[in-house]
Antibody
């Protein structure tokens, strides 16, 4: 069955770089896109970045200068890197599968806290 | 960026009654291919969001027919008839027509 699982460091110091991994199963990254979506505590959802089935990428324009999304198809993983972290980047980070214009499956999320 | 304005911010509904949520877009969400990429997601407490409706009015697999999406252009509505206890949570509209993709600010549904 389709599954997505996020993993990451949990706690990151301000100004450092965050690296998150989304490991998928039940589908191929060359057939479906994957996006990252985040949610600060008690707040709404924000789309961050996407890597499409063909390998092209898109980023939230407000965060673009700090983001990099890539994939390792041999490991069925999508990688997100965000640099120059600030406390406002504290959030739950979700990855989700993209199919024909919508997110049909989501991971459980990984909480990232930016603090010294 | 496209701004999606959801109203109301919160909604308290009696079990069995109908709930209605509005989502207004700052731009038309009809794409050049003729489709309108407006979706509705529900985030239940402590859970990841789940897809309810895609392309304005298509229910995702397993979604009860109590959930009805409608609208066009810039105005969209999600109606939940016969609200049940498992419907509580925060509802988000989302657009995938314009880059960057954007979510509405959410509507919290509570059960009276």
């Amino acid at each position: 069955q389709v599954q997505l699982k996020e993993s990451g460091p949990g706690l990151v110091q301000p100004s450092r770089t965050l690296s998150l991994t989304c490991t998928v199963s039940g589908f191929s990254l060359t057939s479906y896109g994957v996006s990252w979506v985040r949610q600060p505590p008690g707040k709404g959802l924000e789309w961050i970045a996407a890597i499409w089935s063909g390998g092209s990428t898109d980023y939230n324009s407000a965060l673009k200068s700090r983001l990099s999304i890539s994939r390792d198809t041999s490991k069925s993983q999508v990688l997100l890197k965000m640099n120059s972290l600030q406390t406002e980047d504290t959030a739950m980070y979700f990855c989700a599968r993209w199919r024909l214009g919508h997110f049909d499956y989501w991971g459980q999320g990984v909480m990232v806290t930016v603090s010294s | 960026d496209v701004v999606l304005t959801q109203t109301p911010v919160s909604l308290s509904v009696t079990l069995g009654d109908q709930a209605s949520i509005s989502c207004r877009s700052s731009q038309s969400l009809e794409y050049s291919d003729g489709y309108t990429y407006l979706e509705w997601y529900l985030q239940k407490p402590g859970q990841s969001p789940q897809l309810l409706i895609y392309e304005v009015s298509n229910r995702f697999s397993g979604v009860p027919d109590r959930f009805i999406g409608s609208g066009s252009g810039t105005d969209f509505t999600l109606k939940i008839s016969r609200v049940e206890p498992e419907d509580l949570g925060v509802y988000y509209c989302f657009q995938a027509t314009h880059d960057p993709l954007t979510f509405g600010s959410g509507t919290k549904l509570e059960i009276k």
